[in-house]
T-cell receptor, first 114, second 112 residues
């Protein structure tokens, strides 16, 4: 059973640019959640996708958007990057939205905005 | 008031002693509670989950939950230097999108 994989592992972007982060969910999992973890903080919920539809969103502006594909892999897109977007971006998958167990995160993408 | 609160630490514990980590939460409808361990530069790793009042033990780890007091704790017995990490408490309400709400984490250092 393969786990959650994220790419790229590290990324440096310039303020104002756009970035796409990718997540391959664990085999058989149809729900993907994205989190942002700034330095010294706990992860913050960005949004969740269930069967290709957005299923809940945290307190993030519209320039954070996402997609989920038929194979349940997912993308996180961030437009008009700001310095405060520098963070570790985490993806987690689960079998169903109502799964009661804890999420297993991927290894994350470290985004630095300069 | 923050939804999930933890002491940021650092918490220093001698090797072999018991490390006690605490977490309080504000949402009374919370149903699922998790402890994650995060090493510097790595992603969080799930180490314990607890869903009902009382204690749950797994090896050297014990999670304790008191829903009336809205309090969750993690005990690490026989602390090892490899336990040095940041420990994140996470809470889920089991409604809607099942999002996790995290505390800011407690940095634990085990002193050899």
């Amino acid at each position: 059973e393969t786990g959650v994989t994220q790419s790229p592992t590290h990324l440096i972007k310039t303020r104002g640019q756009q970035v796409t982060l990718r997540c391959s969910s664990q085999s058989g999992h149809n729900t993907v959640s994205w989190y942002q973890q700034a330095l010294g903080q706990g992860p913050q919920f960005i949004f969740q996708y269930y069967r290709e539809e957005e299923n809940g969103r945290g307190n993030f502006p519209p320039r954070f958007s996402g997609l989920q594909f038929p194979n349940y892999s997912s993308e996180l897109n961030v437009n008009a990057l700001e310095l405060d977007d520098s963070a570790l971006y985490l993806c987690a998958s689960s079998l169903e939205v109502t799964a009661s167990y804890g999420y297993t995160f991927g290894s994350g993408t470290r985004l630095t905005v300069v | 008031q923050k939804e999930v609160e933890q002491n940021s630490g650092p918490l220093s514990v001698p090797e072999g002693a018991i490390a006690s980590l605490n977490c309080t939460y504000s949402d009374r409808v919370s149903q699922s509670f998790f402890w994650y361990r995060q090493y510097s530069g790595k992603s969080p790793e799930l180490i314990m989950s607890i869903y009902s009042n009382g204690d749950k033990e797994d090896g050297r780890f014990t999670a304790q939950l008191n829903k009336a007091s809205q309090y969750v704790s993690l005990l690490i017995r026989d602390s090892q230097p490899s336990d040095s990490a940041t420990y994140l408490c996470a809470v889920r309400s089991n409604f809607g999108n099942e999002k996790l709400t995290f505390g800011t984490g407690t940095r634990l250092t085990i002193i050899p």
